[in-house]
């Protein structure tokens, strides 16, 4: 019978051959441009985490937030509900989500939901939010960018990134195409951007984020 400490490493080692499998580390990277110093400093994107549940609550108890996400407000958001919610983000096999931090304040979150089971991922549908609090800010753009630039170079099998954007959400379609992302299709009451690894990013279209109000 195997010892407690052979469980054990028999778990991560399967965990590490895991995260290998899924991250295609026989594919050689291609080099994608780098992100502005300045820009790649004032975000940091991590896991969320149990003692984040009451700020989790507390930005997305807004049904204005909800108004063009796919799921429906689901009324009042309980710190059981927000618990839940952060549990259901760390399942890592199917997505990748990201708590968003701007200059060390969280801000929103990051979604990549890899489309099929194909193992490494090959697409992924990009999703987001920012609490209301920072809306209007110019943070979507960095965000998005930075995200995607971090997926696509972790994950090097990686060539297409969809995002799907309510066709009233004007404002989440202008940020997309301010970075180049092209509308591919309509899926009913969305509108379907995409933009692949050859396409890259080009930094020059950002523009420094307002500071956070205090």
Not at 19 to 45: H, N, T
Request: aromatic share 10%; hydrophobic share 40%.
């Amino acid at each position: 019978m195997n010892s407690i400490a052979d469980q054990e490493k028999t778990k991560e080692t399967t965990a590490i051959s895991a995260s290998e499998s899924m991250r295609g580390k026989d594919i050689p990277l291609s080099r994608l441009a780098q992100p502005p110093a300045q820009v790649m400093a004032r975000f940091c994107f991590r896991p969320w985490s149990a003692q984040d549940a009451a700020l989790y609550q507390g930005l997305l108890d807004n049904p204005e937030l909800w108004r063009y996400m796919p799921e429906d407000y689901p009324g009042k958001i309980t710190p059981d509900l927000a618990q839940t919610l952060i549990d259901l983000s760390g399942q890592a096999a199917y997505h990748k989500v990201r708590a968003v931090e701007y200059r060390g304040q969280v801000v929103g979150q990051t979604r990549m939901q890899w489309h099929s089971d194909v193992t490494p991922p090959q697409s992924a549908e990009i999703s987001y939010w920012l609490g209301r609090d920072y809306w209007g800010l110019g943070l979507a753009a960095p965000m998005i960018a930075l995200f995607s630039w971090r997926c696509l170079s972790i994950f090097p099998a990686l060539s297409t990134i969809v995002a799907r954007v309510h066709h009233d959400n004007t404002a989440s379609q202008r940020v997309l195409q301010r970075l180049g992302w092209r509308q591919i299709r309509i899926d009913g009451d969305w509108l379907v951007f995409e933009t692949t690894r050859s396409d890259g990013i080009d930094w020059s279209r950002l523009r420094d984020p307002d500071p956070l109000r205090a």
